[in-house]
């Protein structure tokens, strides 16, 4: 390891190096806040909330159709090797894609785009007790029983291992990782089975861990090739496509060219079938710093949890991705691969869309993102904002919008989207600009007041990548369907109809409830391959006693 830019007492220094905190980054950036690089970053200043007006905001529901000239239609899809669909219709010069158009052209570009999501950090804030009185001690209270059951288990463990759910029975359901492994087998198989074998892994994964949580998501990797939603389905993908994949491990790096790939990347080869073989970027971590009520210069936090010379690991946000996955996508965008999904790993509704990678294939555009009317729920996340000049981006709520604000816009009138967490690229574009992308995202300092201490964190939020770009389609969706999140341990409790009924949840709490369950219900008997029985949700190829 390098040594780090400015003096720290030895005890503090060797206290970070044994919590695999990268100090020489940590540091970079202490001193660079202290310079004033950051003074520039400011607060997002919105002068409005876009319209759905079905060009750049698109509302996508069941009857929707998209219309585009005959020449352009038929030149993008001709550039990706596919043909008009029977099912467009010809108006004039135009050509109308309806729904089943649409789904055809995104399922058939299945094995042309990669499904990552971003595991980068631990569930500190998911558990921590604080945090979960966003939606007030009433609440929490009502919640208590299940929730101090679960909140150990949660705490510090990579948020995708932890359960996306809680069954009917009261148990604890799959992880989030385990359920989108599934959803991508079970959408392999149906790609095989309607257009055949592509001779290439459908929809491979890739993901970003971090330096803390990599080892353990990769030993849970190597037992999920023996989970009972995952091992069935993966031996028929594999017999299906004849992938005979021998010696290879998931997240292994054969098959690729080791001289394109950083030394923190790990890639399976193109062909792998297996049900959790993930193409890695591992995201370094950083350090807390003070509190901004302790004025500059800031240093680094040392007193966590109240002993002296203690820092607290913590990744620089998900907004390092680019950065992070950049050999990735490359890798990716090298062997073939023309757009990519990219997600938070704890929404459930987090699934490709072939609607959507169709739209995006047709317009032209360089991305794509997903946005819902905000909820009494949506407290942590992101908003679509105008800014001065008629720029769009997604502000995040506190880091770069204050939640007064959004309370502000709300009053007056406006409709606020909120954002899903879930972007589509086309690798074409983002590729060649990946590198000044990731080095012109801002970086945001927040105070934070958690079980640890009062300190401040850095990061990047991936979706301001949104304020760097041309242009991009947003998608309005259903958010019980596209965007059934957790970012706090109360909010899967409340989806998974935990203290239903009871008085002590708020009013608009409870009628939340009732749409999330019904929809995390149709997203484990539809895309997920569940069904509910005995209390307990089961796979469907599951047998039956």
């Known amino acids: 390891m390098q040594k780090p830019p400015s003096p720290l007492d030895a005890a503090l220094l060797a206290d970070m190096e044994s919590k695999g905190i990268d100090v020489s980054l940590a540091l970079s950036i202490l001193e660079d806040y202290n310079a004033g690089m950051y003074d520039g970053v400011k607060a997002v200043e919105a002068t409005g909330v876009p319209r759905v007006d079905g060009t750049t905001v698109i509302a996508i529901g069941p009857e929707f159709s998209y219309t585009l000239s005959a020449s352009t239609a038929k030149s993008r899809l001709a550039a990706l090797g596919l043909d008009i669909p029977e099912t467009a219709r010809k108006r004039g010069e135009n050509i109308e894609f309806p729904r089943p158009a649409l789904v ?162 790990r890639f399976p080869i193109s062909r792998e079938q297996a049900a959790c073989a993930f193409a890695t970027g591992v995201q370094p971590m950083i350090c807390a710093y003070t509190h901004s009520s302790e004025g500059r210069p800031k240093r680094v936090f040392d007193r966590a949890n109240g002993e002296a010379n203690s820092a607290i690991a913590l990744p620089g946000g998900h907004g390092q991705c680019f950065r992070v996955l950049a050999s990735v996508l490359k890798s990716l965008h090298a062997l073939g691969l023309r757009y990519a999904y990219l997600g938070n790993v704890d929404n459930i509704g987090f699934l490709p869309d072939p609607v959507e990678i169709a739209l995006l294939a047709l317009s032209g555009e360089p991305a794509a993102f997903d946005f819902s009317m905000r909820t009494a729920v949506d407290v942590k996340g992101g908003i679509l904002v105008e800014m001065a000049g008629g720029r769009r981006t997604v502000a995040d709520i506190g880091p770069a919008i204050s939640f007064e604000a959004v309370r502000k816009l709300e009053d007056e009138g406006a409709s606020i989207l909120f954002n899903c967490a879930t972007g589509l690229f086309d690798l074409d574009w983002l590729v060649p600009r990946i590198d000044d992308l990731a080095r012109r995202l801002p970086v945001r300092f927040t105070d934070q007041d958690k079980d640890a201490g009062r300190y401040a964190q850095a990061e990047q939020v991936t979706w301001e990548i949104t304020s760097l770009l041309p242009s991009f389609l947003a998608f309005a969706v259903d958010k019980y369907d596209r965007f059934i999140a957790a970012k706090l341990l109360v909010e899967t409790l409340i989806t998974s109809g935990i203290g239903k009924g009871d008085p002590r949840l708020p009013p608009e709490i409870s ?27 089961r796979a469907l190829e599951e047998k039956k006693t």
């Not at 993908?237 to 001289?259: D, I």
């Not at 409830?513 to 949700?537: F, I």
Request: hydrophobic share 40%; proline share 5%; glycine share 10%.
């Open 511 to 537: 009628a939340a409830q009732e749409l999330l369950y019904e929809g995390l219900a149709r997203k484990l008997s539809g895309p997920y391959g569940l069904e509910l029985r005995e209390g307990k949700w």
């Open 104 to 265: 055809e052209i995104g399922e058939r570009l299945f094995p042309r785009t990669a499904y990552g999501v971003l595991n980068g950090g631990s569930a500190t804030s998911y558990a921590d007790k604080k945090k979960n009185l966003a939606f007030g001690a009433q609440a929490l209270a009502a919640l208590a029983p299940v929730f101090d059951s679960l909140a150990d288990r949660c705490k510090d463990k990579p948020k995708g291992l932890t359960p996306a759910y809680i069954d009917p029975d009261g148990q604890a359901g799959a992880s989030f990782l385990a359920l989108k492994a599934r959803a991508r087998l079970l959408a392999a198989i149906r790609y095989v089975e309607r257009y055949g074998d592509p001779g290439r892994a459908i929809l491979p994964l890739f993901q970003m861990s971090s330096v803390g949580n990599d080892a353990e998501l990769a030993k849970a990797y190597r037992e999920y090739e023996s989970h009972p939603f995952l091992a069935g389905l993966s031996a028929k993908l594999r017999l299906m496509t004849s992938a005979s994949v021998s010696g290879t491990a998931s997240g292994s790096t054969a098959g690729a060219k080791k001289a394109d790939i950083h030394e923190t990347v």
